[in-house]
């Protein structure tokens, strides 16, 4: 399900395993160096996100209804420091791509996005998958035919594993065990709400991007997953259950779901007792279910303030200005003095930048933009005024508007 999504964001590792063999009673740590079996080279392990990689046990029910023990493989990010640091644990999809070519799940546009709110990352790669083993797909859908399939084995299977990574995570000492955030893609973004279900020690809230089961990327299935009532069915009991908040972002072009389905998926969950935000984007590229990977500048600020009403803020510039309605942030064709090309490169760029941010303009139709900074809008006035040599003014500061005429 995460077609676009994995060949973006994941870069695979794919280690020899065999998740019966290798079955223990603690955590092992994995050498990344170790030989591959089947088709990609080892990766390095990324050094500015101090980036490790570790199995841990967890049990699943397979569909024989008999118990499999695996090593699930736990990739892990953290910011420069001790900690202790809050944590989101992503959870991947299911992957259109053979499951033993999944590799080992990482998101390294994510990891950047958490790292620099001084937030850590778990990104579990599930039994089924990659490097956890392939031999044996603890999600696998169960019925006669695709209105029929239940999706209970998944559920349960996900939650499992769910529970597994926040109870090794919260014996890290580099972990804020009160400040866990479970969060997850396609069918990653219906476990973690489904997980949160069972109260995981030390979970806060859940974000459920473009989460589902069922899809299908055959051309006449579009739009039209595979028993989508047992999907809201499942929403709906999370949600008679769950009392953390939950955020849920889609975008109209999703190939898998379709605008309308997620709706009544989010409906049922709401209707359920679930504390929910939900959010329908205008479509992102061409498949809106790759809203991880492309649309970062729609999903960034919701994701901001929902981290920042669970008591994790995102960072802000020192000198920032309140709002003046001018224009939304989004609306380039607003911007003033500016030229047609400038708007289309110069301040699209800014758009996609990070937060703290600026973007300056000058009276002749200067401008210059920073982002990623604390100091973002003096250093954006400072290299304005340096190349036009002249008296620059602010536009736009982190997600707002601060222009007057």
């Given at each position: 399900?995460l077609?676009?999504?994995?060949?973006?964001?994941?870069?695979?590792?794919?280690?020899?395993?065999?998740?019966?063999?290798r079955?223990?009673?603690?955590?092992?740590d994995?050498?990344p160096?170790?030989?591959?079996e089947?088709?990609?080279?080892?990766?390095k392990?990324?050094?500015?996100?101090?980036?490790?990689?570790?199995r841990?046990?967890?049990?699943?029910?397979?569909?024989?209804?008999?118990?499999?023990t695996?090593?699930?493989?736990?990739?892990?990010?953290?910011?420069?420091?001790?900690?202790?640091?809050?944590?989101?644990?992503?959870?991947?999809?299911?992957?259109s791509?053979?499951?033993?070519?999944?590799?080992?799940f990482?998101?390294?546009?994510?990891?950047g996005?958490?790292?620099?709110?001084?937030?850590?990352l778990?990104?579990?790669?599930?039994?089924?998958?990659g490097?956890?083993?392939?031999?044996?797909?603890?999600?696998?859908?169960?019925?006669k035919?695709?209105?029929?399939?239940?999706?209970?084995l998944?559920?349960?299977?996900?939650?499992?594993?769910v529970?597994?990574?926040?109870?090794?995570?919260?014996?890290?000492?580099?972990?804020?065990a009160?400040?866990?955030?479970?969060?997850?893609?396609?069918v990653?973004?219906?476990?973690?709400?489904?997980?949160?279900?069972?109260?995981?020690?030390?979970?806060?809230?859940?974000?459920?991007?473009?989460?589902?089961?069922?899809?299908?990327?055959?051309?006449?299935?579009?739009?039209?997953?595979?028993s989508?009532?047992?999907?809201?069915?499942?929403?709906?009991?999370?949600?008679?259950?769950?009392?953390?908040?939950?955020l849920?972002?889609y975008?109209?072009?999703?190939?898998l779901?379709?605008?309308?389905?997620?709706?009544?998926?989010?409906?049922?969950?709401?209707?359920?007792?679930g504390?929910?935000?939900f959010?329908?984007?205008?479509?992102?590229?061409?498949?809106?279910?790759?809203?991880?990977a492309?649309?970062?500048?729609?999903?960034?600020?919701?994701?901001?303030?929902?981290?920042?009403?669970l008591?994790?803020?995102?960072?802000?510039?020192?000198a920032?200005?309140?709002?003046?309605?001018?224009?939304?942030?989004?609306?380039?064709?607003?911007?003033?003095?500016?030229?047609?090309?400038?708007?289309?490169d110069?301040?699209?760029?800014?758009?996609?930048?990070?937060?703290?941010?600026?973007?300056?303009?000058?009276?002749?139709?200067?401008w210059?933009?920073?982002y990623?900074?604390?100091?973002?809008?003096?250093?954006?006035?400072?290299?304005?005024e340096?190349?036009?040599?002249?008296?620059?003014?602010?536009?736009?500061?982190?997600?707002?508007?601060?222009?007057?005429?």
């Amino acid at each position: 399900m995460l077609r676009h999504l994995v060949l973006s964001l994941v870069a695979t590792l794919v280690i020899a395993a065999s998740p019966q063999a290798r079955a223990q009673d603690k955590p092992e740590d994995i050498n990344p160096n170790m030989s591959a079996e089947v088709g990609e080279k080892a990766v390095k392990l990324v050094d500015k996100f101090h980036e490790t990689v570790v199995r841990i046990p967890v049990t699943v029910k397979l569909a024989n209804g008999k118990p499999h023990t695996g090593q699930m493989v736990l990739t892990m990010f953290k910011p420069a420091g001790a900690g202790p640091f809050p944590i989101v644990i992503f959870n991947h999809g299911r992957t259109s791509k053979k499951r033993a070519e999944a590799g080992r799940f990482r998101y390294l546009g994510f990891a950047g996005y958490v790292i620099h709110r001084k937030v850590a990352l778990a990104v579990p790669t599930r039994l089924g998958y990659g490097v956890s083993g392939f031999d044996v797909d603890p999600e696998v859908w169960v019925g006669k035919g695709c209105e029929e399939f239940s999706y209970t084995l998944l559920v349960e299977a996900h939650a499992e594993q769910v529970e597994a990574t926040v109870k090794y995570l919260r014996k890290q000492p580099w972990v804020d065990a009160r400040r866990i955030v479970l969060a997850g893609a396609s069918v990653g973004g219906f476990g973690s709400v489904t997980s949160a279900a069972l109260h995981p020690e030390g979970v806060i809230g859940v974000i459920n991007f473009v989460g589902g089961a069922g899809g299908s990327s055959d051309h006449d299935k579009v739009g039209k997953p595979c028993s989508s009532a047992d999907v809201g069915a499942k929403y709906a009991a999370a949600g008679s259950k769950t009392r953390v908040p939950t955020l849920w972002i889609y975008a109209e072009n999703d190939k898998l779901w379709g605008p309308k389905i997620p709706i009544t998926w989010h409906r049922a969950y709401a209707s359920a007792g679930g504390v929910s935000e939900f959010h329908m984007l205008p479509p992102v590229g061409d498949d809106g279910h790759t809203l991880l990977a492309h649309g970062n500048r729609q999903w960034r600020p919701l994701t901001d303030a929902f981290l920042a009403r669970l008591g994790i803020p995102a960072p802000k510039s020192t000198a920032a200005f309140p709002p003046s309605g001018f224009a939304s942030i989004q609306d380039a064709s607003k911007v003033p003095l500016i030229d047609a090309k400038a708007r289309q490169d110069g301040y699209q760029r800014f758009l996609r930048g990070n937060i703290p941010r600026a973007f300056v303009i000058a009276p002749n139709g200067g401008w210059a933009s920073f982002y990623g900074d604390e100091e973002a809008l003096e250093k954006a006035l400072a290299r304005c005024e340096q190349g036009g040599k002249r008296k620059c003014k602010p536009y736009a500061v982190d997600d707002a508007v601060v222009w007057t005429p």
